[in-house]
């Protein structure tokens, strides 16, 4: 038997308790999560993985009640939680478990500060550290029913075994780089960033509806409102209510009656019986708001002048990324660049997003701001 295929069940409140009290002495852990997402809001929460050194757990949700235990794991930042491109992970773990992880490692960050691709899957990850090949048979397994059988257990298990292994060499790799604390700081931002959109917010998203102002951008934010509360309630995936440009086109169109809506955009007769009343209700309240009540415009394209000086800024940090021997998808992202543009330029009172602080600021920050400033000392010649 292989170190792989060593591993304990937790399938009681009690069983859980004692060896969060074994975790909680763990400098780091690894950790995986199996669920299912079909069409609903929230993934249903099939099996939680753990591994320290040689031993694995298996951690049977749907047996579990009392998850106050394994959330005070979680947020102990004396433990390092290690995962594989977690951003489903956190999410998952959040709606189960209540907790906003703290101090985490994700060896798919770790792998493109090392000169890996970014990107990388875990299985080619895996392969490439340790000549091993992860069994592909059990990766869309229901992991829902009971038992799961030899296969699904013995893949669940080498998943967080493997990730152990993979930390303690990354995280040597990176010490000896100076770049350990850089892949916490990024990984711990990431899962930040994970928090849930306020509903009265969640238009801002949809980026499609940039166009739209007035009445019509009010339209499409109490529409993606209203979705995003009845997704929640009813744990149903948003598009299955409606999709992103569904919405938009009924902000556009800002149909008043059933004919109009079937007119502006053909739905199926159950959409409009279920939703046709709501939909037309929050167009007629968007027709009825204050000018001075409309909401914050949706971010569109970049003007010409601030798309022509990010060209130049990419550039020069695809320089920056060479000299640092970094991934430039790592260095500083389109998102992030952008939002910083747009902070000055009306005024040139630029804010440094979140996103490009920390061990960022020292790299690129002030020769980023020269090239960003010198557009301001240049001559109007309009």
């Avoid at 009392?66 to 947020?75: C, K, R, Y």
């Avoid at 990984?187 to 949809?206: E, F, G, I, N």
Wanted: overall charge negative.
């Amino acid at each position: 038997m292989s170190s792989t295929d060593i591993f304990t069940w937790i399938q009681s409140d009690q069983e859980l308790a004692q060896v969060c009290e074994l975790w909680s002495e763990a400098a780091m852990l690894a950790l995986d999560t199996e669920f299912v997402r079909t069409e609903t809001f929230h993934a249903y929460l099939g099996l939680i993985q753990v591994c320290r050194a040689e031993q694995s757990w298996l951690i049977d949700p749907l047996t579990i009640t009392d998850w106050q235990p394994f959330a005070a794991i979680l947020v102990n930042p004396a433990i390092v939680k290690v995962f594989h491109s977690m951003s489903e992970d956190a999410e998952v773990l959040k709606h189960s478990v209540g907790v906003t992880i703290v101090n985490v490692f994700d060896t798919q960050i770790a792998a493109g500060f090392l000169g890996y691709p970014v990107q990388m899957s875990y299985a080619k990850l895996v392969e490439g550290l340790f000549d091993h090949l992860l069994p592909k048979e059990a990766t869309r397994s229901d992991w829902l029913k009971r038992p799961l059988d030899d296969q699904q257990c013995e893949y669940a298990a080498a998943d967080v075994y493997w990730l152990y292994q993979a930390y303690e060499i990354f995280a040597v790799q990176l010490r000896a780089q100076q770049r350990y604390d850089w892949v916490i700081e990024d990984c711990q931002r990431q899962v930040d960033s994970y928090a849930p959109v306020a509903p009265a917010d969640y238009y801002l998203k949809l980026r499609g509806g940039w166009k739209l102002k007035g009445s019509r951008l009010q339209a499409l934010k109490d529409l993606a409102a209203w979705r995003e509360v009845l997704a929640q309630a009813s744990n149903y995936n948003r598009g299955r209510i409606l999709a992103d440009k569904e919405l938009i086109i009924i902000a556009e169109k800002m149909p008043t009656n059933r004919t109009q809506l079937q007119q502006a955009l053909p739905l199926p007769a159950r959409k409009i019986r279920l939703y046709g009343d709501d939909i037309i209700q929050l167009v007629k309240q968007a027709e009825a708001t204050r000018r001075q009540d409309y909401p914050v415009l949706i971010d569109g394209p970049l003007p010409a002048d601030q798309a022509d000086l990010l060209k130049t800024i990419r550039h020069h940090l695809a320089e920056l990324a060479e000299l640092h021997n970094l991934p430039v998808e790592l260095l500083a992202r389109r998102k992030a660049l952008e939002m910083w543009l747009r902070s000055g330029s009306l005024n040139g009172q630029y804010q440094l997003p979140e996103a490009l602080s920390g061990w960022r600021r020292g790299i690129l920050v002030d020769s980023v701001s020269a090239l960003i400033n010198a557009q301001w000392e240049l001559p109007n010649e309009s």
